[in-house]
């Protein structure tokens, strides 16, 4: 068992038409990390609770980029409200294809682990 199965983290998420594991990142140089080629987010397990959330979305919104063609989104003559569409279907099927998402998450929340360290500081 690795190191985010033990702190109760989910073991895949399905993001549009891909279904990726949900892995111990190993990689010293970043926190997390999404791979559409190898189909994973990995995802630091020593990290505190409110760490592993803001990293597992962040990667997960990797994924709502890659599968809802932001690229192509950024073009658009009005790009917030494009990207802010984009990204708000993207996390509502997120949401709907995998019913642990969120109460994981809350889980995670409520942990005893938590720290009120500023994920907003974190970077990309």
């Known amino acids: 068992m690795n190191g985010l199965m033990k702190s109760g983290m989910m073991k895949k998420i399905k993001i549009g038409y891909s279904d990726y594991k949900i892995i111990d990142n190993d990689?010293?140089?970043s926190d997390g990390q999404f791979n559409h080629v190898e189909k994973t987010i990995k995802i630091t397990p020593t990290l505190s609770s409110s760490d592993r959330i803001n990293i597992?979305?962040?990667e997960t919104l990797h994924g709502v980029w890659?599968?809802?063609g932001m690229d192509e989104t950024?073009?658009?003559?009005?790009?917030e409200e494009a990207v802010v569409t984009?990204?708000?279907?993207?996390?509502?099927?997120?949401?709907?294809?995998?019913p642990d998402f969120?109460?994981?998450?809350?889980?995670?929340?409520?942990?005893?682990?938590?720290?009120?360290?500023?994920?907003?500081s974190r970077a990309a």
Request: without cysteine; glycine residues 2%; charged residues 25%.
């Open 27 to 29: 990689d010293a140089d």
């Open 86 to 98: 984009s990204i708000a279907n993207g996390l509502t099927t997120v949401i709907r294809d995998n």
């Open 56 to 58: 597992l979305l962040h």
């Open 74 to 79: 950024t073009n658009s003559e009005n790009t």
């Open 102 to 120: 969120l109460p994981n998450l809350n889980k995670l929340a409520q942990s005893k682990e938590w720290d009120d360290q500023d994920v907003r």
């Open 66 to 68: 890659l599968h809802w």
